[in-house]
């Protein structure tokens, strides 16, 4: 074995060749989209859902994974991207620059948040990351300086890129995306198996040992604040530099609800969780935006369903299946394992790989 393959094997013990296979498969088809479809709407559709997945990737972090009720996510991505539009439209930098100094501006204001939080617990953590989102919104609604442009948004910016071409332009801007999104849950999931992601699990599922062990719940998770703030910054600028603006209804009420429900619905902890529930509840947004108000009543639907019978998300309830199949082949091919290892090899944590 290489010293590639071997880091790869660290990194991600779970994927098998075949699995590799069928990952890189996928990400081919995703990567052709563009080039069968033509359809300008479409286009705009899925850059946006996209942009929104790496959004739900970076709560998911540390709202699934590093188990915080932070319910401020949604005002680091804004800030990510009023971050990176403000260059833009002030200085002379580098667009690509500005979208890593965007991630940089959410970075820091997500550390900044996690102080106060991280010495709150239950539901006083989601009430303060709630009102730091409101405070957020507040300000930028009410610049009289015109710096954000009020609730009009940023004046147009310039974006990532200049081609005369819509249609070009929207293909660049998808393939980015998507580099952007199988970077980021790759990095997700190689850290989520790493030692931090083992330690941010452990204060999650059980603080107390966890810190008998001389695990810092406060150092782990300002981590955790710090790489999924840098990911929502990310996804915001980039959401500013497709849409060429911003403005403050990215941070309501209403995407807040729609983003939680996609974790939710996908399985809030899992790997591939933010990735089934965009993708799903994408579809449904689409099929039904000309009728707002059954949208938000479907939505609503689907959450509680999964809530009382899919806890695990839909995620969660394919993985779980997956294992028995596997475990009843091993059994069914003669192996000398039970029909419960493999589960209990990984300790139950079945919504961590899915």
């Known amino acids: ?43 705009t559709v899925m850059v946006t859902t996209l942009i929104l997945l790496v959004l739900n990737t970076s709560w998911n972090f540390v709202l699934g994974i590093a188990g915080v009720w932070n319910f401020g996510q949604l005002a680091i991505y804004a800030l990510g991207g009023y971050g990176a539009g403000i260059l833009m439209l002030h200085t002379p930098v580098s667009p690509w620059l500005a ?46 300086s015109g710096l954000t442009g009020g609730s009009f948004g940023l004046p147009i910016v310039r974006g990532l890129f200049g081609s005369d071409s819509i249609a070009a332009a929207d293909r660049y801007y998808y393939w980015t995306a998507l580099a952007v999104v199988v970077a980021s849950t790759a990095a997700v999931a190689a850290v989520s198996r790493s030692s931090l992601g083992i330690a941010l699990r452990g204060i999650r599922d059980a603080p107390a040992y966890a810190a008998a062990r001389g695990v810092s719940p406060l150092k782990y998770r300002l981590i955790a604040f710090a790489v999924s703030g840098f990911l929502a910054g990310i996804a915001g600028s980039l959401y500013v530099c497709f849409n060429q603006s911003i403005d403050p209804s990215v941070m309501g009420l209403t995407p807040m609800s729609i983003d939680v429900t996609m974790l939710v619905i996908g399985g809030m902890g899992t790997i591939s969780g933010p990735i089934i529930g965009t993708a799903l509840l994408a579809v449904v947004q689409t099929a039904l935006v000309t009728h707002p108000g059954a949208e938000l009543t479907i939505l ?37 394992a039970g029909p419960g290892d493999g589960v209990l090899a990984r300790g139950g944590a079945e919504r961590d790989v899915a």
């Open 1 to 43: 074995m290489s010293a590639r393959q071997s880091g790869l094997a660290i990194a991600f013990p779970d994927m098998t060749a075949g699995r590799w296979g069928v990952t890189a498969l996928l990400v081919a088809i995703a990567a052709m989209v563009p080039v069968v479809v033509s359809n300008q709407y479409a286009m």
């Open 99 to 144: 979208v890593l100094a965007g991630g940089g501006v959410a970075s820091v204001a997500a550390v900044l948040l996690a102080f106060p939080t991280l010495r709150l617990y239950g539901i006083y953590t989601s009430l303060l990351t709630f009102a730091f989102a409101e405070v957020v919104q507040y300000v930028i609604l009410n610049d009289g």
């Open 300 to 336: 609503g639907v689907f959450l509680l369903v999964v809530v009382v019978f899919v806890p695990g998300g839909i995620a969660g309830l394919v993985s779980r299946y997956w294992r028995r199949v596997a475990a009843w082949a091993a059994e069914d091919g003669g192996g000398d």
